[in-house]
């Protein structure tokens, strides 16, 4: 079963910023800075922790990620153009 997920990052040096942003585009859609909507199986989850940890310094590096409930709504305030598909928005 394929779940959605929101992946936030804070990364502290630019060339391991790079490589997380060049990852996360292959596994999700880019929303904001450093944040990434992604529908994934747990495989794909459990994957996708595994390869961030490698481009990640665990010590100066922040990446959480959320587990979203199954059709909600979202809010979008202000300039809110990168809408993913199977989202439903309400304003």
């Not at 904001?32 to 794909?44: G, H």
């Not at 922040?62 to 709504?73: K, T």
């Not at 305030?77 to 199977?86: H, N």
């Amino acid at each position: 079963m394929r779940l959605p997920y929101l992946v936030c990052y804070d990364i502290s040096d630019e060339g391991r910023l790079n490589r997380v942003y060049r990852f996360m585009k292959g596994k999700g859609f880019h929303i904001q800075y450093s944040v990434f909507y992604c529908i994934l199986t747990d495989v794909e989850l459990k994957e996708m922790k595994a390869e961030i940890l490698k481009l990640i310094h665990s010590r100066y590096d922040d990446v959480r990620i959320y587990p979203l409930p199954n059709n909600s709504l979202v809010a979008v305030l202000g300039v809110g153009d990168r809408i993913p598909d199977g989202v439903e928005v309400f304003y």
